[in-house]
């Protein structure tokens, strides 16, 4: 059973950069055909996706952030991350990392999601 779990500061203050990451267990990231992505929510708003990071390592974030999303990964932690830097209010949201198969947009896990806030 794979399972997803977020982690990062809940916290974060204007123009600095948000840093999760999630951790995999029951697979690895580097399985063939999975593509694990990060997607958030912002409060009363719909699902929005922020970007992937495939099985070779080959990464795509939405061009909506303009450059500020970065998606890395750590084989040996089984781990992905996501960096998101000059961050503002509107980056307040509910974090979720996902995993897909045979299509980068096709989920089938998903982590349980984290709340992060923007403010000083």
């Known amino acids: 059973q794979v399972q997803l779990q977020e982690s990062g500061p809940g916290l974060v203050k204007p123009s600095q950069t948000l840093s999760l990451a999630c951790t995999v267990s029951?697979?690895?990231?580097?399985?063939?055909?999975?593509?694990w992505n990060w997607i958030r929510q912002p409060p009363g708003k719909g699902l929005e996706w922020i970007g992937v990071?495939?099985?070779?390592?080959?990464?795509y974030s939405s061009p909506s952030l303009k450059n500020r999303a970065s998606i890395s990964r750590d084989t040996s932690k089984n781990q992905f991350t996501l960096q998101l830097n000059s961050v503002t209010p509107e980056d307040t949201a509910v974090y979720y990392c996902?995993?897909?198969?045979?299509?980068?947009?096709?989920?089938?896990?998903w982590g349980q999601g984290t709340q992060v806030t923007v403010s000083s």
């Open positions: 029951g697979g690895s990231i580097t399985t063939n055909s999975y593509y």
């Open positions: 996902a995993g897909a198969f045979k299509g980068w947009d096709l989920y089938v896990y």
């Open positions: 990071i495939d099985y070779s390592g080959s990464t």
